[in-house]
């Protein structure tokens, strides 16, 4: 983005402008202007009444702010009148670029697990049959599917994944780590794949548009579409990804359990800690939703333990006052507090140290130090949360994403992720979703609400 000199008349304009070519989506044709557009018949076999059109657009920002007052932190207008952001409507073309029968489409999952893997895989094969591609393979475990030769590609067919979405976790496989770039790409020619659709988080859509750039510059004429893969929802410009909303409600249960046995104990503390590295989105949502959190800790709100204002000072109010009392804690809050090892993942991303048993040990010791009976219960149910199947509104949503990666693959993009955004689905390039992560504003209302809700005080 360039930056905004609000002293030239023109810089709205110009501020649009840059916004459009940024988000511009790669195009075949822009390394084969001689590509050959094929008339598609997927809206005829679907009896479907259109194709959306390649000038269709999405409204990004949906608020009209009357005042630099209401707009807080995010105006950079003074006028505050709005600025158009576009982005491209996801979904079938009337041309494609790719011959079903010269299709090999290749599917591959990485990073960790989330509700609704199977779904999308499931919706991508179904669709790419529907094109009337034949050779539609799995890549198994992520990545390194394409480099160990121990990992035979899986076929895959309506038959294979007609059931798939009834059980959590990936039918492919993930994994972290694996091949280099040029690795991957050396497989993806030797093995004549043309169609790339790749389901994973920030670090799996950093490599996919590295493919995707290396297929360019071999001159390989390839479609590599990613589908955004985090439980956290911290994917920018999207409504929310698929896993979310099944994770939140699949925190209920956790954060439930861990109230009954606070309540039932004497001075019972339940501690849960929740998925978000960097975002506290889940923590969040999941506190809101239960109503029986009364702490609430989240990587972007910095806190203090000991101290005056601090949690633990906190926690002995509430056992005086209520006898018990609920923790809810994302997994990347207070990392201050602990000891940071350096250690990092085979993908290269920090290995959190756990908040969660901080909490408790910090938590027994203090009350033991003053002397009050204190019975600290320590839930982590991650692995349980992610390997659940998605709920009914994720299954459509991983539906719907699925559905429009493939449709995105045949009218020629590449590079190019898919979400919702306002309610409608949109490609986006994907260096602008990865540019960062997104996280809860902590003067968002959102946020204020949980806050309202937990009754808890600013631990500084
Ligand atoms: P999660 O949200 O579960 O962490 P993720 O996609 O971020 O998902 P990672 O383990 O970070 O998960 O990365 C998945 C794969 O992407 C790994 O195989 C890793 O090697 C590869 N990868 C990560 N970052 C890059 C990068 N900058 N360039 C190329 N490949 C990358
Ligand atoms: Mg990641």
């Not at 697990?113 to 199977?118: D, H, K, M, R, V």
């Not at 410009?237 to 409600?249: I, L, R, S």
């Not at 969660?356 to 010791?365: L, N």
Request: aromatic letters at 8%.
């Amino acid at each position: 983005a360039t930056a905004i000199d609000l002293s030239d008349p023109e810089w709205k304009l110009k501020y649009q402008r840059d916004f459009e070519e940024r988000f511009n989506i790669p195009h075949i044709t822009d390394a084969f202007p001689d590509a050959e557009a094929i008339p598609s018949t997927f809206c005829l076999k679907m009896r479907s009444p259109t194709y959306i059109n390649n000038k269709d657009r999405v409204l990004l920002k949906v608020i009209n702010y009357s005042s630099p007052a209401s707009a807080g932190a995010v105006c950079i207008d003074p006028d505050c009148t709005w600025i158009e952001q576009w982005v491209q409507r996801a979904g079938p073309r009337e041309n494609i670029y790719f011959r079903p029968e010269d299709v090999k489409a290749a599917i591959v999952t990485c990073g960790g697990l989330c509700p609704g893997l199977n779904d999308v895989i499931r919706l991508i094969v179904i669709t790419l049959e529907i094109y009337g591609v034949k050779n539609i393979v799995g890549i198994p475990f992520g990545y390194r599917g394409f480099s160990d030769k121990n990992l035979p590609e899986i076929p895959l067919s309506r038959k294979v994944v007609q059931n798939i979405h009834l059980s959590g976790g990936s039918l492919l496989g993930v994994s972290r780590g694996g091949p280099t770039v040029t690795e991957i790409v050396d497989s993806m020619e030797e093995r004549g794949i043309n169609m790339l659709f790749v389901l994973g988080g920030n670090g799996t859509h950093a490599g996919a548009n590295a493919i995707h750039n290396e297929c360019v510059k071999r001159r390989m004429k390839v479609a590599v579409v990613g589908v955004p893969k985090t439980i956290d929802n911290d994917i920018l410009h999207m409504d929310k990804t698929f896993g979310f909303d099944t994770a939140v409600e699949e925190a209920q249960r956790a954060i439930n359990s861990a109230y009954i046995e606070a309540h039932s104990a004497y001075h019972g503390i339940g501690v849960v800690k929740l998925m978000g590295r960097s975002s506290g989105f889940i923590a969040m949502q999941a506190s809101l939703a239960s109503g029986q959190v009364d702490i609430c800790l989240i990587p972007e709100v910095p806190f203090n333990f000991h101290g005056p204002d601090g949690v633990l000072k906190h926690l002995n109010y509430l056992i005086e006052t209520k006898g018990s009392a609920v923790v809810c804690v994302a997994e990347g809050a207070g990392q201050s507090f602990l000891e940071n090892t350096n250690a990092k993942d085979a993908s290269g991303n920090k290995v959190l140290g756990d908040i969660g048993v901080h909490i408790q040990q910090e938590t027994k010791k203090y009350f033991k130090e003053i002397g009050v009976a204190a019975d600290v219960k320590y839930i982590d149910p991650t692995y349980m949360i992610r390997a659940v199947r998605a709920n009914a509104s994720d299954g459509i949503l991983c539906t719907v994403l699925g559905q429009n990666a493939v449709h995105g693959a045949f009218a020629g993009y590449s590079g190019i992720t898919v979400g919702i955004i306002n309610n409608h689905y949109a490609y986006l390039p994907i260096p602008e979703v990865i540019a960062y992560d997104k996280s809860v504003d902590p003067n968002s209302r959102m946020w204020h609400r949980c806050l309202t809700s937990t009754g808890q005080p600013d631990f500084l």
